[in-house]
């Protein structure tokens, strides 16, 4: 019999799953991608929003506090803008417009 292996996250891993979960998208559907449980998703965005644990964390020289948060706010943010062009797109065809492209001659 095999001994069962645990797998074990990191924060950032922690923080982009509680953010995408954030950012409005169903629990269910980002436990599917990323292959993890629900209840183990549902655990890190209460840890999470309990202590703020996937921010920076810990104490650092002047001005590292800022980088070190401002990394997951920019993914936050990418991910926010992606989604919202999927929809436009989504929007476009719907409608039976046609979406501008670039033309490089």
Request: glycine content about 10%.
């Amino acid at each position: 019999m095999k001994p069962v292996t645990r797998k074990r996250y990191t924060a950032e891993f922690k923080a982009q799953a509680v953010g995408l979960v954030s950012l409005g998208k169903p629990v269910t559907e980002v436990a599917q991608d990323l292959e993890i449980g629900t209840s183990l998703l549902y655990g890190w965005a209460r840890k999470g929003a309990q202590s703020g644990q996937f921010g920076s964390g810990g104490v650092r020289a002047v001005g590292e506090e800022a980088e070190a948060d401002e990394l997951p706010r920019l993914r936050r943010e990418i991910l926010s803008l992606k989604l919202e062009n999927d929809i436009l797109k989504k929007a476009a065809v719907i409608l039976g417009t046609r979406t501008q492209q670039c033309a490089v001659r």
